[in-house]
């Protein structure tokens, strides 16, 4: 029930939302246990609680739905109190909602598949050239690492030629025919991550890679 809730969550007030256990689904060790079950009712904070609570963080937010309605809602409250754009690092998910909020707001980044698939595409193609396709600018562009080496200038050139057009880097992990790849999630991606790539990182395991990210190198575990 609780699942079956939370994938329909516009259907319910933030009241209802609170009253789920947002620790309910954890596990460490794949579903043999879930030892935070119960700790987490009325953990699940407004947008304006994470605001307030990390004044000097920024934020990478997720839109679920195709509708604009999250999309405006969140540019209200950003017009509403003007100090927490610049925690808005970028948006992504659904096309519509990115887009609406990409064009509507100066200074926030939107990216989406379609134009993150068309940017690589063109890249790819032209790349040798030194062109900069429009849809690879002013955005932020996620490369799944099984795709890296295809990329022209992978990474040094391909950095600067979109840092040039305002564009910031994700590396993702391997991309996967039938649908999106997950982040670098072990230590042996990270260890394939050149050493000069100054872009992010995606990754659904910080716990398991913190103890090998150092700013020197990624080739050892922090001391």
Known sequence: MQNQRLRHHTDHSL????????????????GKSYPLRG?????MPELDE???????K??????????????????????KHPQW?????AVYGAQNPTQYMAESTAN?????????????????ALGWSGYVPQTCRNTVITVPSNYAWAVWGWPNKFQSRLKAYGSEIILAGPYK???AGAGIDTPEQLLEVPAIFNGYIWTDKI?????????????????
């Not at 700790?39 to 953990?43: E, H, K, V």
């Not at 994470?50 to 000097?56: D, I, R």
């Not at 926030?108 to 595409?121: E, I, N, P, S, V």
């Not at 190198?217 to 922090?222: A, I």
Request: proline share 4%; with cysteine.
């Open 108 to 124: 926030t980044m939107g990216f989406d598949k379609a134009r993150t698939k068309a940017c690589l595409k063109e890249y790819i």
């Open 177 to 179: 025919s039938q649908g």
């Open 39 to 43: 700790t987490g009712i009325g953990a």
């Open 85 to 89: 754009k610049q925690q808005v690092w």
């Open 50 to 56: 994470v605001f307030l609570a990390f004044p000097e």
């Open 15 to 30: 009241a209802e939302l609170k009253a789920l256990d947002i620790a309910f689904g954890y596990t460490a060790d794949d």
């Open 58 to 79: 920024k934020f990478l937010i997720n839109f679920k739905e195709k509708e604009l309605r999250s999309a405006k809602l969140l540019l209200a409250k950003l017009e």
């Open 207 to 223: 716990e398991a890679l913190a103890p090998y990210i150092r700013k020197e190198s990624p080739t050892e575990p922090r001391k």
